[in-house]
DNA sequence: AGCGATTTGTCCGTATGTATT
DNA sequence: TAATACATACGGACAAATCGC
């Protein structure tokens, strides 16, 4: 058992034991190292686990605080990659509609889980399936303006926008957090998506967050009912016994 | 774009465009240290972001070799447990409105999966949340009829019906299938709704099968859209190496 | 079997940058 | 502005695993 996967553990036990609230703040590095005689690098490595499972979050001036208890009970997982699960289907053209940056007010940082003030680059997009005439959503992309250059790409790429910020500048999404709601389409959006006012459309909001929780994108999809629905199979993840530990 | 993360990248490319093919020896840490010009540690920390995608395989005294040249399927996990995802807020009471045994129709398996002809229990009921009158959705749900007996149950249970049924009769969810479509509500389900005809309504169609796959419970949802938004939160799951395998 | 060379794994110390209060 | 706390990066040292001789 190294030192650092022994800390991490130490410090799940705490997190799981309410010792830690969630909310709370965990010692600092500093405090850790000297309270466990280890190095910063150690405690950093202990820490960087419990980060990617998502238990703790770390943020630059404040502290490390605990997000979540460790679940105990059964996990559901998304039977298939990202992409399969969030997307309907990969194949859907993308059509640039128009592209602007914007500052985020109260109610859209509110929306898209930004700070107002922010900016933000807004991109207007249709999705099309082949061989369809109507366009099967309306999609508008909130993307940092450090990703700006991602724009370019989107109407011949054959993945998710959210694939190509990943690997065009090196983050990684960690989390994924999905609203939706029902509405009907109004004047104005009816006629992007060349359907008639009135007509009841799947509204779909996403916001992508890295593993220290920054926003690095949201979408908002406006989806008309008959073009649309929205497919997810969840499997109940076995539980998994860890092997005896040697104390 | 700190060092650690354009490494990175510079190797994913480099795999994903079969440079180091699959099986092949990338450069050792210390020659990436010497060709990159950086420290052993910014090296380590950029393989650990390939390693924890699955993309290559590090062994003590051998090397590294890469592993799969495609982005490791990433998996997604719901955050919590199956009721916290699946179902909307904690507390909803149920209204049990009528329960009557119907014979599936064509139209009925298709939707709810299954065998047209098969007998199953269909119960009536409308969720409310604490203090609100008007209800927050209308349930069907479709139960097999050896499971009968949990309909007297619903009304106090502070659970959901799915839990009854394996708690009741010894069976277990393996996989849950949902769609949700945009519909809007005709003048009947209006009526028992309380609400206006023509309102847009999400349509939640949930489908239980047990781990050899039979269907053990359906659910058809219909929800006023200013009563209900449905959230659900997902989280990458980082790769984790499995233990040596005892061969 | 033994030994040394190679390569990754673990751990330590230190310095500087960045975000927040 | 100053203090605090995490983020990034550099350096070195030794241990553990593997391979070839």
Redesign the interface.
């Given at each position: 058992m190294t030192k650092a996967v022994n800390l991490a553990r130490h410090l799940t036990e705490q997190i799981e034991s309410g010792h830690y609230a969630v909310g709370a703040a965990i010692p600092t590095e500093a405090e850790l190292q000297q309270r466990f005689d280890v190095s910063r690098h150690t405690v950093r490595e202990a820490l960087r686990e419990l980060k990617?499972?998502?238990l703790i979050l770390a943020r630059a001036g404040v502290g490390t605080v605990v997000r979540?208890r460790a679940?105990a009970?059964?996990?559901?997982?998304?039977?298939?990659?990202?992409e399969e699960?969030?997307q309907f289907g990969e194949a859907t053209r993308m059509k640039l509609l128009a592209r602007e940056t914007v500052v985020a007010d109260e109610a859209l940082a509110g929306q898209v889980g930004a700070r107002p003030g922010q900016e933000l680059l807004r991109i207007s997009l249709l999705r099309h399936r082949p061989r369809e005439a109507l366009p099967a959503g309306w999609v508008l992309i909130y993307l940092r303006p450090e990703h700006a250059d991602v724009v370019g790409l989107i109407e011949g790429a054959r993945e998710p926008v959210v694939?190509l910020v990943e690997?065009r500048?090196?983050?990684?999404?960690?989390?994924?957090?999905?609203?939706?709601?029902?509405?009907?389409l109004d004047a104005a959006q009816a006629r992007v998506l060349r359907s008639r006012a009135?007509?009841?459309?799947?509204h779909v909001t996403r916001r992508y967050f890295d593993a220290q929780d920054r926003l690095l994108m949201a979408t908002v999809g406006l989806?008309?009912?008959e073009r649309?629905?929205?497919?997810?199979?969840?499997?109940?993840?076995e539980h998994r016994e860890r092997?005896k530990g040697t104390a």
């Open positions: 990617s499972r998502g979540a679940p009970t059964s996990f559901m997982q998304g039977m298939g990659t990202l699960v969030i694939r690997r500048h090196g983050v990684r999404i960690a989390e994924v957090v999905q609203q939706i709601v029902a509405s009907s009135g007509k009841p459309a799947l989806y008309p009912s649309f629905s929205h497919n997810t199979c969840f499997r109940i993840q092997p």
